[in-house]
């Protein structure tokens, strides 16, 4: 059996999002060991009652239900809340529309259903290691000031936690003034 991990995994959280109940229960076995703290959820209704913005990874596979896998992907990301979470994909619908489809929607990684459970650790590590650089990263490129958050990185411009539309001109007046704020 594997010890737990030192490499700091206990601050990682991982949501699986998958109705196949054993499947769920196998593979939080294999994360808990490896020292992630895991949530599970049997649909896209449950996991949205989730502080989804709170994990660092959600491992999605939905299908034959109304919120498949993909839809659940695009609602992740459209949502200013939980764009930055990473997600992944698993399911047995593995072919290169579906793939394809998935890494549009948003997906960080894509994996086929059956798998090997020491790929799919290794693909998580991968993802939470450039997960840790982009919101290192992101960290540097925000400039906040009260309500208002402009992520220099990707463009995005929150009041209130709420996302606004800036044409590109008045984004780059917008970060100019927040820089150079108090001169």
Do not use: W
């Amino acid at each position: 059996m594997n010890q737990p991990q030192s490499n700091n995994s206990s601050s990682v959280r991982i949501l699986i999002v998958d109705a196949e109940v054993m499947m769920c229960e196998l593979l939080q076995y294999k994360f808990e060991n490896e020292g992630y703290d895991v949530a599970i959820a049997h649909s896209a209704e449950s996991a949205f009652k989730m502080p989804i913005a709170d994990f660092s990874l959600v491992l999605v596979d939905l299908m034959g239900t109304e919120y498949d896998g993909i839809k659940f992907i695009k609602a992740v990301k459209q949502n200013p809340e939980t764009y930055n979470v990473s997600l992944m994909m698993i399911t047995a619908k593995a072919g290169e529309d579906d793939v394809v489809a998935a890494l549009d929607a948003g997906a960080d990684d894509f994996l086929p259903k059956p798998f090997s459970s020491r790929e799919l650790i290794a693909r998580v590590k991968s993802i939470i290691r450039r997960r840790r650089v982009t919101l290192h990263r992101r960290m540097n490129n925000e400039l906040n000031y009260r309500g208002l958050s402009v992520d220099l990185g990707s463009g995005v411009v929150l009041i209130d936690n709420e996302a606004i539309s800036l044409s590109k001109t008045e984004f780059l007046i917008l970060a100019m003034l927040m820089r150079n704020r108090n001169q």
